[in-house]
């Protein structure tokens, strides 16, 4: 099986318009969502990322405050699954609780060793 | 806020709420993390203890314990999500290691049903039959009842020592064995649960028979064996008739508990116990129980037990006693298995259908059995059938007998009044 690496951008902005219920719910959902996978032996992990970074450019000799892509594009979370191919691993995606709240996924095979 | 009572709050809540909470913590840590599961629980408690004297008792103490324990739990996951001390291998306890799913996870594991769940499997687990009884009670008492070392060390009247040696033990088998706290599937329950009972049967005698623990302790293993007992009725899976049947022999027994001795501390017999005293909101709940454990075809030991302790209850007085009848359980139980202490009570009850001579002809069939020879009771009946057969020099020998035999200081007292008013 190879590995895939999801990537989930964006999703950030409207966080505070919901209620304690709704964000319940929406975890439940993660829950719910990983939860299948874990029990099927398609989990590796993951985890969700904070907003605030830094970026290296310029051959790491200049550092910026922040991470490099913002809003929509900004990197919010990421998993890491097992899947038989791309077109799975998409599929497997479309369930993703972070559209929820307007997030993309990218789906990126791991390069294998 | 007054210390006592916040004591007295949170010991009655322990006794309840700590199984159970170990039992959840154990199911998320894995058995080979019981210690961690323990430390966890106490923590709450010296926390719920520091914190209410200050702010009071929370509107719901019971809320407070279990969330901060489960607090304590989330702390701990995150601290050892990469070290190797907990197993989160499996599917559920993976959904552990991610934020995503941490919170709802770990609230998943706290919801009341699983509690329960996760508390019964614990008392099956505690009562692996490869497990000694008095390991598995040791244990059941320690964690699954709140008990201190030196509690339980009380009950069985041995050294904390010991009880810490027995702890060990039994840890030791669960972690070699990775023995999982889960109630048996269908096709175990009924001898699983068989070993449960006897553990929770054993655990009742030694608060209601033993005359030397001290009261508050007697008392505390009463009321725990029922609630381990209440507990398997709680749960569909568990509901069966030899549980009901246990539970109101216990029950039965209980209700009498209190007027088995006189102020002094003396034992009182059954015939001159002031029947006045007994407890007939418990003795209604036994009827309940023993109704409910007669569907189906079981007939346990526990059922017929409880039926002639029923006949006991149900008597107005001693001689209006329902002898005949209680006679038939005896021998109904004789006849599931033979067992001297039954054929020595079965005998007891001749005595008073059919008076001490022919009491004294059944018992020359048990004559030489080596377990009545060295037990007090033996004596002390054979010595109380001389007496009424008026062969007092006998008789006074037996009650002498009888008195080498028990270690209660209260079951010498009575035999010692007894020989006192044997005639001559």
Same mark, same amino acid.
């Given at each position: ?10 999703? @950030?902005?409207d ?10 719910? @929406? ?13 099927q ?15 290296? *450019? ?5 550092? *910026?405050d ?14 890491? *699954? ?9 599929? *497997?995606?479309?369930? /993703? ?5 307007? /997030? ?10 | ?7 007295? +709050? ?57 969330? +901060? ?18 197993d989160?291998?499996?599917p559920? =306890? ?9 919170? +709802? ?21 505690c ?10 009670? +040791? ?26 040696k ?9 972690r070699?064995n ?105 003795i ?31 008597? !107005? ?47 020359e069939?048990?004559?030489?059995? !080596?377990?009545?020879? !060295? ?8 010595g ?9 020099? =006998?008789?006074v ?12 200081? &209260?079951? &010498?007292?009575?035999?010692k ?8």
């Amino acid at each position: 099986m190879k590995e895939f690496l999801l990537l989930i951008r964006g999703g @950030h902005d409207d966080t505070g318009k919901r209620s304690p219920e709704e964000m319940q719910k @929406h975890m439940e959902h993660w829950q719910q969502w990983m939860g299948n996978l874990a029990q099927q032996n398609l989990l590796v992990g993951g985890q969700p990322l904070m907003n605030e970074g830094k970026t290296l *450019i310029e051959r790491g000799e200049k550092v *910026i405050d922040r991470p490099l892509a913002e809003g929509k594009e900004l990197v919010g979370g990421y998993l890491l *699954i097992r899947s038989n191919s791309l077109e799975e691993a998409t599929n *497997i995606s479309k369930d /993703c609780p972070g559209f929820e709240y307007g /997030c993309t996924v990218e789906v990126r095979e791991i390069s294998p060793m | 806020m007054n210390g006592e009572h916040i004591d007295n +709050t949170l010991n009655h809540l322990f006794r309840q709420e700590s199984g159970k909470m170990v039992a959840v913590l154990i199911k998320i840590f894995g058995t080979e993390n019981i210690e961690l599961a323990e430390d966890v629980v106490q923590d709450a408690l010296v926390r719920a203890l520091e914190t209410w004297k200050f702010k009071g008792i929370p509107d719901n103490p019971r809320a407070w314990l279990y969330r +901060t324990a489960k607090n304590r739990a989330i702390d701990i996951v995150r601290r050892n999500k990469h070290s190797r001390l907990i197993d989160f291998s499996d599917p559920q =306890k993976q959904l552990l290691t991610s934020s995503y799913t941490l919170e +709802t996870t770990m609230n998943d594991y706290w919801k009341e049903d699983h509690i329960k769940d996760d508390f019964l499997g614990m008392m099956y687990a505690c009562c692996h039959p490869d497990i000694s009884q008095e390991n598995q009670i +040791t244990f059941i008492l320690k964690s699954l009842c709140g008990f201190s070392t030196k509690e339980v060390a009380k009950s069985f009247l041995t050294s904390e020592d010991t009880i810490s040696k027995r702890l060990y033990r039994t840890k030791e088998y669960f972690r070699k064995n990775k023995i999982r706290p889960i109630i048996p599937l269908p096709n175990q329950i009924a001898s699983r649960t068989g070993t449960v009972l006897s553990a929770i049967y054993l655990m009742f005698n030694e608060g209601y028979n033993s005359t030397h623990v001290d009261q508050l302790i007697r008392k505390d293993l009463i009321r725990q064996a029922m609630l381990l007992c209440r507990s398997l009725l709680s749960e569909k899976r568990t509901q069966l008739p030899e549980v009901f049947a246990l539970m109101a022999l216990m029950c039965f027994h209980a209700a009498r508990a209190d007027s088995r001795l006189s102020d002094h501390g003396e034992l009182i017999l059954l015939s001159n116990q002031d029947r006045t005293k007994w407890n007939t909101a418990l003795i209604q709940s036994g009827e309940q129980y023993l109704n409910n454990a007669a569907y189906g075809e079981t007939l346990t030991n526990y059922h017929l037990e409880a039926a002639i302790a029923f006949q006991h209850c149900k008597a !107005k007085s001693y001689l209006e006693t329902d002898w005949q009848e209680i006679l038939k359980y005896y021998d109904a139980l004789l006849n599931i298995a033979y067992d001297p202490i039954v054929f020595l009570n079965r005998c007891l009850v001749i005595l008073e259908l059919d008076g001490p001579k022919d009491a004294l002809n059944i018992l020359e069939l048990v004559k030489g059995n !080596k377990l009545l020879e !060295k037990y007090y009771v033996y004596h002390a009946t054979l010595g109380e059938i001389y007496e009424r057969l008026e062969e007092y020099v =006998k008789a006074v020998s037996c009650f002498k007998r009888a008195m080498e035999l028990t270690q209660s200081k &209260k079951e &010498k007292q009575f035999l010692k009044d007894k020989i006192a008013k044997v005639p001559g």
